[in-house]
């Protein structure tokens, strides 16, 4: 069954007009009558007002699915949830949504973790179901759970979370991609990839059971190292996937690389695209 995926919520917007863009993302992933927003951005005004000018219904959702506990992929949900109308989809994220998530700014410590609590969902009428393990959603259609680190480097530098008393540095094991069985292949969506390009998607060609078809999403590269970039490119040419849409937080050197090691597989996307496949 195809796939559908509408960027919501992207830094970049191709073609600049009505939509909004903000250092954030947020895609509805579309498999039949099956809808899953996976994130909400930084602020919910982009995702609200792309959603609108899109024709893109924001109360006709099964599943908010969040990727991790970092604002700009969790920041817009109390934004939609005031905004949206009927019983609320279920909201689905990692067991660690609500700890800390810190950052060295200046010589003292910045949170940037989900600016809500659980206290504030409940007020809204949201349990949210919080996850370690992998959940099947539909079938065919999978959150990784927690991505084991087999190979290559995961994306973690320079975050922290308070542990026993002292700053510990944050492993973000936290963090979920979305796989979906398309015949035999797998379109891998990414939030930002902390568990590392490589990781995501073995993880996810073995859980679904497919060879990667499509991966769509932020690959946390934007401050790489030209040499891990080219690992990257390495690696996902030798998957030879037949559509990689890089997002958010991949980076401007990576999107080169990726167009040039890529070919015709390479789709440059931002807010306002629609990528279908299957």
């Known amino acids: 069954m195809p ?90 994220a ?45 079938e065919g259609v999978w959150i990784s759970g927690e991505v084991p680190r087999d190979r290559g480097p995961s994306h973690a530098e320079g975050m922290f979370r308070p542990r026993d008393g002292r700053m510990s540095a944050d492993d973000m094991m936290d963090d979920l991609a979305l796989y979906l069985k398309v015949g035999d292949e797998v379109v891998t969506v990414t939030g930002c990839g ?5 990781n995501i998607v073995e993880h996810g060609e073995r859980l679904v059971g497919g060879r990667l078809g499509a991966l769509v999403g932020g690959l946390h590269l934007l401050h790489s190292e030209d040499r891990r970039i080219e690992e990257v490119a390495g690696y996902l040419s030798s998957k030879a996937p037949r559509l990689v849409a890089p997002l958010h937080c991949t980076g401007p050197r990576a999107h080169w690389q990726l167009s040039s090691r890529m070919g015709r597989a390479y789709r ?8 279908e496949y299957g």
């Not at 440059?268 to 990528?275: E, H, P, T």
């Open 3 to 92: 796939v559908r995926i509408t960027v919501l919520v992207d830094n970049f917007v191709p073609r600049p007009g009505r939509l909004m863009g903000e250092y954030g993302l947020s895609l509805l992933v579309e498999r039949g009558d099956l809808r899953i927003l996976y994130d909400t951005g930084a602020t919910g005004e982009p995702l609200l007002r792309n959603a609108r000018e899109m024709g893109v219904d924001l109360d006709r959702l099964d599943y908010i699915v969040l990727s991790h506990r970092h604002a700009d992929h969790t920041g817009g949900l109390m934004r939609l949830l005031e905004a949206r109308r009927g019983n609320g989809p279920v909201l689905v």
């Open 94 to 138: 990692h067991h660690d949504l609500f700890e800390p998530a810190l950052v060295s700014d200046g010589g003292r410590w910045r949170d940037i973790g989900a600016p809500f609590t659980e206290g504030d969902l409940r007020n809204r009428g949201i349990r949210p179901l919080l996850i370690r393990e992998p959940l099947k959603l539909d």
């Open 194 to 198: 902390h568990a590392g390009v490589e």
């Open 268 to 275: 440059l996307s931002g807010a306002g695209s629609i990528i």
